[in-house]
């Protein structure tokens, strides 16, 4: 019996704890690409599916930040200006920070709802509710 348990021991060791378990969140990027004088943001959909937000929310804020105007089409989202993929993604990451980290436990499984004409920003992990401003 001893035996058995040394070696049901052993076979813990290489199972990771709970606490080393990393964020399943990767932070999804934009690949612009410079078309002439605009930019465009070839994979838009893409990165607001992966972040399971509305496209017209995301591009709303690019917009606003980047100060300027802009279309979605296709997949794609096509700016005026040239940007360069670092601004782009200065960009997203804080769209991230505002619209999709919870900022009760810093996890990214989050909704973001239209309550009473006020978004909320709703944890599946932990249950907060934030309310956020509007874009
Ligand atoms: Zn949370």
Redesign the pocket.
Known sequence: MGDYEELLKRGMKGVPSRETEVDRFEMPMFRVQKSGSRSVLVNFSEVADALRRDRKHLMKFLLKELATSGEAKGTCLEVQGVFSTDAVNKKLEKYVDSYVK??????H??NLVKEKGFFLLK??????RESVGRV
Do not use: F, S
């Open positions: 919870c900022p009760e436990c810093g996890k499984d989050t944890c599946e992990v932990c249950g907060a």
